[in-house]
């Protein structure tokens, strides 16, 4: 079955600053890469996902790239405020409703 | 909408006792999905429905875990008899058929501690 690595497991940034999660998937049939935030007392929440056919995506100030290839994928969060504090999941997909989770990185943000 | 809607929030039990989790789709999904979360195993899919019928049921830990989903706006996870290492955060999600993919909408989570 998918593996799905991700790294660092914790991150602090200060506030303003640019935080970058890395992961790896083992299966070269992985076609859907989404990314999750789950805040305290809460499930996790879709924030942004990209296809295989897609390198990059953007949606204000975070991005995901995809390294075929390579088999990682990777978000990016700039200019990161306080409200950016949770942990954020990758997770991969042939397409159907198999979801391998990565094991979480928790970011805080220091004001 | 409201979203995905679970219950209880909380819920300590002692071991043996039988436990049941609720939990109502978001309106117009036809696919549910529990799932089970620990600082040890993460994020683990329990068991998917498809129009209201199981579709994998694989991830179910052992027999002494059912879910039901008798209408599209109703489903349960019942544990019975219950053990300590049951204890986890249960989370269930549900989507809609949007292409091949599923985009995920979970709940708030129950949080299950069996003493």
């Known amino acids: 079955g998918e593996n799905v690595e991700q790294h660092p497991s914790t991150l602090s940034v200060q506030e303003g600053d640019s935080a970058v999660i890395k992961c790896t998937y083992s299966?070269?049939?992985?076609?859907?890469f989404p990314w999750y935030k789950q805040e305290l007392g809460k499930g996790p929440q879709l924030i942004i996902d990209?296809?295989?056919?897609?390198g990059e995506k953007k949606d204000q100030r975070i991005a995901v790239t995809l390294n075929k290839t390579a088999k990682h994928f990777s978000l990016h969060i700039t200019e990161t405020q306080p409200e950016d504090s949770a942990v954020y999941f990758c997770?991969?997909?042939?397409?159907?409703?198999?979801?391998?989770f990565g094991a979480g990185t928790t970011v805080t943000v220091r004001a | 909408d409201a979203g995905v809607i679970q219950s209880p929030r909380h819920e300590v039990t002692e071991m043996g006792q039988e436990v049941t989790l609720r939990c109502k789709p978001i309106?117009?999904?036809?696919?549910l999905f529990w799932y089970r979360q620990t600082m040890m195993r993460g994020l683990e899919l329990l068991i998917y429905?498809?129009?209201?019928?199981?579709?994998?049921d694989s991830g179910m830990p052992e027999d002494r875990f059912s879910a039901k989903m008798p209408n599209a706006s109703f489903s349960t996870l019942k544990i019975q008899p219950s053990e300590p290492r049951d204890s986890a955060v249960y989370f269930c999600?549900?989507?809609?058929?949007?292409?091949?993919?599923?985009?995920?909408?979970f709940g708030s989570g129950t949080q299950l501690s069996v003493l």
């Open positions: 997770a991969a997909s042939r397409g159907d409703y198999k979801l391998s």
């Open positions: 429905f498809n129009n209201n019928v199981p579709i994998d």
């Open positions: 309106s117009g999904h036809n696919s």
């Open positions: 299966d070269s049939a992985s076609n859907y």
């Open positions: 999600a549900s989507s809609l058929p949007t292409g091949s993919q599923k985009k995920l909408f």
């Open positions: 990209i296809r295989s056919n897609v």
